[in-house]
């Protein structure tokens, strides 16, 4: 599980992909678009809980200590590799997600609605 910053309408409104991807399949389990808070990650983490996941790897962002039981929490050096490299192709191929570009998101709806196509479309 990881998170990925872009803005909407203009820089200073910052939002947050938060989503997590299979390690065996590398296919997109869950995402979630919203602040950076304990209610955006915690949605995400649910849909994992629920799907009866044996391990749950993340970065070292002190928030997932508090919403992951600490049974199935796994803080590796090299856990989230697959996940990073997914953050760089998904700000290649979706030119809204650039950090400096002229190409950005009008609305929340129509960015969920191309990370639903683009995830699972």
Sequence with gaps: MDEL??????????????????????????????????????????????????KIYTDKLNLYQNLIAKAIHKVKNRGINYIERKNLTLRTHLKRLNRKTICYSKSIAMLVACLTIYFWG
């Design 5 to 54: 910053q872009t803005y909407v309408k203009r820089k200073s409104r910052l939002i947050w992909i938060a989503y997590a991807i299979r390690k065996d399949t590398r296919e997109v389990v869950d995402f979630k678009v919203g602040r950076r808070n304990n209610r955006t990650l915690g949605k995400v983490i649910d849909t994992l809980t629920l799907s009866s996941a044996t």
